[in-house]
């Protein structure tokens, strides 16, 4: 999922840590590459590109790997990188709807790669448009609790076009339009209150509650989807309660 997965808690004991590691590497370098493919390598007149540099450098990826990225996106190496964007729809478990986005060099390969993972764990292909509908693209910053309240943010980012603040766990998630992101994460700097992850990303309109049985099967369906190469991002509108959280919590 994206980086505050609220599955995170259940999952980190799952992941091989330096794998999935390798992997968020692996989507920060792509999109570096396809934002100086579309603009060019200057970052300042570049800001797709000042961003996921950004990005990359805050999740730790070597400058040197970073710098390479760039001048294989903006041609300078001599290669050709071109990656399409693509969107599957799926059902999972108890009627959950999900959202896979790839980006990938080899259509072909994406869609049987991401069919095969599906079915194989017990999801289902959708239709065009039959999932879809139940997301909106959104703004979303992710910062700790802390000693904050709903208020504090809500002050911080109300002027900057931010629509609401969400709790999530032992979070906040800042909801906006996209387009108002940078001015929401300028405005929680200038009240100097700390965040950990600003994307845009696929927001649920509504969400689905899974019981523990489900929810060990959507678990192993997104874990399957995260793994591939193309996957950049799996959304979904599966809910899962702290009850829930606790038994799957108490099978390792």
Same mark, same amino acid.
């Given at each position: 999922?994206?980086?505050?997965?609220?599955?995170?808690?259940?999952?980190?004991?799952?992941?091989?840590?330096?794998?999935?590691?390798?992997?968020?590497?692996?989507?920060?370098?792509?999109?570096?590459?396809?934002?100086?493919?579309?603009?060019?390598?200057?970052?300042?007149?570049?800001?797709?590109?000042?961003?996921?540099?950004?990005?990359?450098?805050?999740?730790?990826?070597?400058?040197?790997?970073?710098?390479?990225?760039?001048?294989?996106?903006?041609?300078?190496?001599?290669?050709?990188?071109?990656?399409?964007?693509?969107?599957?729809?799926?059902?999972?478990?108890?009627?959950?709807?999900?959202?896979?986005?790839?980006?990938?060099?080899?259509?072909?390969?994406?869609?049987?790669?991401?069919?095969?993972?599906?079915?194989?764990?017990?999801?289902?292909?959708?239709?065009?448009?039959?999932?879809?509908?139940?997301?909106?693209?959104?703004?979303?910053?992710?910062?700790?609790?802390?000693?904050?309240?709903?208020?504090?943010?809500?002050?911080?980012?109300?002027?900057?076009?931010?629509?609401?603040?969400? =709790?999530?766990?032992?979070?906040?998630? #800042?909801? %906006?339009?996209?387009?108002?992101?940078?001015? @929401?994460? $300028?405005? !929680? +700097?200038?009240?100097?209150?700390?965040?950990?992850?600003?994307?845009?990303?696929?927001?649920?309109?509504?969400?689905?509650?899974?019981?523990?049985?489900?929810?060990?099967?959507?678990?192993?369906?997104?874990?399957?989807?995260? =793994?591939?190469?193309?996957?950049?991002? #799996?959304? %979904?509108?599966?809910?899962?309660?702290?009850? @829930?959280? $606790?038994? !799957? +919590?108490?099978?390792?």
């Amino acid at each position: 999922m994206s980086g505050h997965s609220k599955w995170a808690t259940t999952k980190h004991k799952k992941a091989v840590i330096d794998a999935k590691r390798a992997k968020s590497f692996a989507k920060l370098i792509k999109n570096i590459e396809v934002a100086a493919r579309a603009g060019g390598a200057d970052l300042a007149g570049n800001p797709a590109l000042e961003l996921a540099v950004q990005k990359a450098k805050k999740t730790s990826v070597p400058i040197d790997n970073i710098n390479r990225a760039v001048k294989r996106g903006a041609g300078l190496t001599g290669e050709v990188v071109d990656y399409s964007e693509i969107i599957y729809e799926a059902r999972g478990p108890q009627g959950s709807a999900l959202l896979i986005e790839c980006l990938t060099d080899n259509k072909n390969r994406a869609a049987s790669e991401v069919r095969v993972a599906i079915t194989r764990n017990g999801g289902s292909i959708a239709d065009p448009g039959s999932v879809a509908y139940l997301f909106a693209r959104k703004g979303v910053v992710s910062l700790p609790k802390k000693d904050l309240s709903e208020d504090d943010v809500l002050m911080a980012v109300l002027d900057a076009g931010a629509e609401e603040v969400k =709790e999530s766990g032992e979070s906040f998630d #800042v909801h %906006s339009e996209p387009t108002d992101l940078r001015a @929401v994460v $300028a405005g !929680l +700097e200038e009240a100097g209150i700390e965040y950990e992850t600003d994307e845009v990303e696929f927001v649920p309109s509504m969400q689905v509650e899974l019981d523990a049985d489900a929810a060990r099967k959507f678990l192993k369906l997104v874990d399957a989807l995260e =793994e591939l190469d193309d996957v950049q991002n #799996v959304y %979904s509108n599966a809910e899962l309660g702290d009850d @829930v959280l $606790a038994e !799957l +919590e108490s099978d390792d």
